[in-house]
Structure formats: C-alpha cells, structure tokens
C-alpha cells in the first residue's frame, strides 16, 4: 500500500488513539479533502427514512438517492468482470486515504454513506469477496471498532 494513501496506522498494542477514533479523524479529513465523500455526507440530509413495526421487531427503511448507482449496480458476472474494482488501491479516487490496519486492510470512508460515520473495510490485495476464512478478522475489527460502531458483512453481489 502507498504511504500516501494512507491517513494512519492502526495499532492494537499502543493506547490512544482507537481504531474508533483514528475513523472519526479520518473521516473529518476526508470530508475536508475530498468533494464527493463531502457530496455523500450532504445527500444524507435528504435521505427520507420510515419505520415498520411488526410483533417484535422493527424495519427500518432508508430511501437514499445516492445510493441507487451502488445499489442498483448490474451483479451478474459478466458486468462484474467488465468493471475495475472500486476497492483496489489504483482505482480508489485520487483524494481517498484510509486507515492501516493490521497490515492487510485499509479502512476507507464510504462516499455513498448509509449513516453519520460509513466505512468500508477493503484487503490490500485484490481479493474476492468472500466471508470463508474472514471471520477471524471480522471479529478483531468488531471488537477493536467497539462500543462506538457495529461491524457488518455485505455479501458478494449485494449491489
């Protein structure tokens, strides 16, 4: 990985700062330094969201306009093939930085956010997207994320 894609380094052994809040940093630079993340965080004014109650439980419903092009994106094989992968160090846009975790993983800001603070966490090597042999890491992060943000799985061919 560049150094110059990179915003910090995350490390587990030295106290402060957390990984948390080495996200929250990242994330206020980010908004400063790069126009679309900045777009992204505005749009999420205007996102409309509604609430359905069932015995036990709620749905909530998000309605965000910028997120239909991530969304609604084409998953069948062929047009995954077809396109660069938006994770990859030399298709990340010129001002996106992240977070050095672990050696293998950068902590990117989403531009298409779905919440006040969105991450997406991406390997350093181009890799499939597969849960199989990730759950080790997948637990690391909740706990090193913890008590400020949850960790979730986003499926290959979820849009």
């Given at each position: ?6 915003f ?7 106290n402060p ?6 996200a929250?940093d990242?994330?206020e630079q ?6 679309q993340?900045a ?10 969201v ?17 997120r239909?092009i991530s969304s609604?994106?084409?998953?069948d094989a062929q ?6 992968c938006?994770?990859?160090?030399k298709?990340l ?5 992240g ?9 990117l800001?989403?531009p298409?956010?779905?919440?006040a ?6 390997h350093?090597?181009?890799r ?10 997948l637990l ?9 943000f949850?960790?979730?799985?986003n499926?290959p061919?979820?849009g």
């Amino acid at each position: 990985m560049q150094s110059s894609r990179i915003f910090a380094y995350y490390d587990p052994s030295r106290n402060p700062p957390s990984l948390s809040q080495l996200a929250l940093d990242l994330l206020e630079q980010q908004k400063a330094a790069w126009p679309q993340l900045a777009e992204g965080y505005r749009a999420l004014e205007s996102v409309r969201v509604r609430e359905l109650h069932a015995e036990g439980f709620v749905v909530r419903l998000q309605f965000n306009p910028l997120r239909a092009i991530s969304s609604g994106a084409r998953v069948d094989a062929q047009s995954i093939q077809a396109r660069p992968c938006f994770l990859c160090e030399k298709n990340l846009p010129g001002q996106q930085k992240g977070v050095g975790y672990r050696d293998d993983y950068l902590v990117l800001c989403n531009p298409a956010p779905i919440f006040a603070q969105h991450y997406t966490i991406a390997h350093v090597q181009h890799r499939p997207q597969a849960i199989d042999g990730s759950i080790e890491i997948l637990l690391k992060l909740a706990r090193e994320f913890s008590p400020q943000f949850s960790v979730f799985y986003n499926g290959p061919r979820c849009g």
